[in-house]
C-alpha cells in the first residue's frame, strides 16, 4: 500500500471560550491515502471545519499529530508549513476570496507564482484548472463580471491548480446549483483517482456518496466510519444516486 497523505493521530484541538474550554476535537484519529476521498459528515459544531483547518496547516492541535505526506507539521518551522500549504494542499472554503484586481486567470495563477514557478507556466496550469472546473472560456473576466457560481468555480479552480496531493474541501457545493455542484464532485473525485487523497465536509448524503468513506463527526469525536459510502447510498431515495 503506498504511504498515506493525511494521518491525524489522537487529535484533539481546545478552544478558550472566556472562562470555559470548547473542546473542537477529541483524540480523532483519520488517514487517507492516495486515491481515497473520504466525507466527513456531522452536526453543525461538531468540529468539521476544525478537522479541515488542522489537516491544512491552518490551525494546530492541542494534542496529537498531523502528518502530511509523511511530515508531521508539529516538527516544521512556519515557513515549512506555509510551503506544504501551497504545494501539498487544496483548500476549498465556503467563502471565495477572490482578489477583486485579478482576472480569473491571475487568480488562479497566484498560488503558483507565489511558489516561484514562472508566470508563463503558472498561466498555463491555471488555463487548465479552469477549464476543469468548466470555466476556461472566462478567463480573462474579473470577478465582478462573473456570477457568484463562476465565482465559485474559479475559486476551486485557483484550490485545485498544480500537483496537489491533499485536497481539502468544506462543503464546496453550497453556493452552488446541484448540476455546478456535482461537476465540481466530479472533479475532486477524478484528481482523487489521479492519486491525490481528498477530504470532502458535506452535510448531504448525496455528496458522500461520492466519496470512498464517510465519517461521522459528533461533539468533536468521530461516532461512525463507514465503508464504501453505503450508508451514504442507502440514505438516497431509490433511483436517486448521483
Ligand atoms: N476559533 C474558535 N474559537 C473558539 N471556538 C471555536 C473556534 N473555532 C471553532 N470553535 C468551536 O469549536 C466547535 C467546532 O466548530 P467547527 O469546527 O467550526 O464545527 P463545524 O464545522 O462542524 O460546524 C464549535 O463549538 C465552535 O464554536
Ligand atoms: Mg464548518
Known amino acids: 500500500m503506498s504511504a498515506p497523505v493525511l494521518q491525524l493521530a489522537g487529535v ?5 471560550q472566556g472562562e470555559a474550554t470548547v473542546q473542537a476535537l477529541r ?10 476521498l473520504v466525507a466527513v459528515m456531522g452536526p453543525s459544531g461538531s468540529g468539521k471545519s476544525t478537522l479541515l ?26 515557513a515549512q508549513v506555509a510551503a506544504v500549504r501551497r504545494r501539498s494542499v487544496g483548500y476549498v472554503f465556503q467563502d471565495l476570496n477572490l482578489l477583486p484586481s485579478l482576472s480569473a486567470v491571475e487568480n488562479v495563477a497566484l498560488p503558483l507564482e507565489l511558489d516561484g514557478v514562472r ?6 496550469a491555471a488555463r487548465e484548472a479552469l477549464e476543469e472546473v468548466g470555466v476556461g472560456a472566462l478567463a480573462g473576466r474579473f470577478p465582478d463580471e462573473m456570477s457568484g457560481g463562476q465565482q465559485q468555480r474559479v475559486a476551486i479552480a485557483r484550490a485545485l491548480v498544480g500537483p496537489r496531493r491533499l485536497l ?13 455542484g456535482e461537476e465540481v464532485l466530479r472533479v475532486l473525485r477524478a484528481r482523487c483517482e489521479a492519486g491525490a487523497a481528498g477530504v470532502l465536509v458535506t452535510h448531504e448524503a448525496r455528496h458522500a456518496a461520492w ?17 464504501p459510502a453505503a450508508v451514504a447510498e442507502s440514505l438516497l431515495p431509490a433511483g436517486g444516486a448521483g
Open 12 to 16: 484533539t484541538r481546545d478552544h478558550r
Open 27 to 36: 483524540g480523532v484519529d483519520l488517514t487517507v491515502s492516495p486515491g481515497e
Open 53 to 78: 483547518h488542522l489537516a491544512g496547516g491552518l490551525d494546530t492541535p492541542t494534542a496529537g499529530r498531523v502528518v502530511v505526506e509523511g511530515r508531521d507539521l508539529a516538527e516544521l518551522s512556519a
Open 119 to 124: 508566470g508563463g507556466m503558472a498561466r498555463r
Open 168 to 180: 481539502l474541501a468544506d462543503e464546496p457545493t453550497g453556493a452552488l446549483d446541484s448540476t455546478t
Open 211 to 227: 466519496a470512498d468513506r464517510v465519517v461521522f463527526l459528533r461533539d468533536g469525536v468521530v461516532v461512525d466510519q463507514s465503508g
